[in-house]
C-alpha cells in the first residue's frame, strides 16, 4: 500500500502513515510558470494500491 500526500493537509497524511505503521510516498508537487500542476511520484507504485489524502474543497485547482 502507497500513500501520497497532496499539498493541502500534509499534517493529516503524516498521522495517517503513522497510524498504519508505513511511511509517506515520495513526491514532489510544483507549479509550472502558467501555473499548471505537475506532481512527479519518486517511487514505484505499479500494482500497488495507492491512496491519496488530499482535500477537494475550493479552490480545486490549487488544492493538489
Known amino acids: 500500500m502507497k ?13 495517517i502513515a ?3 505503521n ?4 515520495k513526491a514532489t508537487v510544483r507549479r509550472f510558470s502558467d501555473n499548471e500542476i505537475f506532481v512527479e511520484i519518486h517511487e514505484n507504485v505499479r ?7 488530499q482535500s477537494t474543497s475550493s479552490p ?5
Open 22 to 25: 508505513i511511511p509517506l510516498t
Open 18 to 20: 503513522a497510524s498504519l
Open 47 to 53: 500494482g500497488e494500491d495507492v491512496f491519496v489524502v
Open 60 to 64: 480545486a485547482n490549487d488544492n493538489m
Open 3 to 15: 500513500l501520497l500526500a497532496g499539498n493541502s493537509n500534509r499534517p493529516l497524511a503524516e498521522a
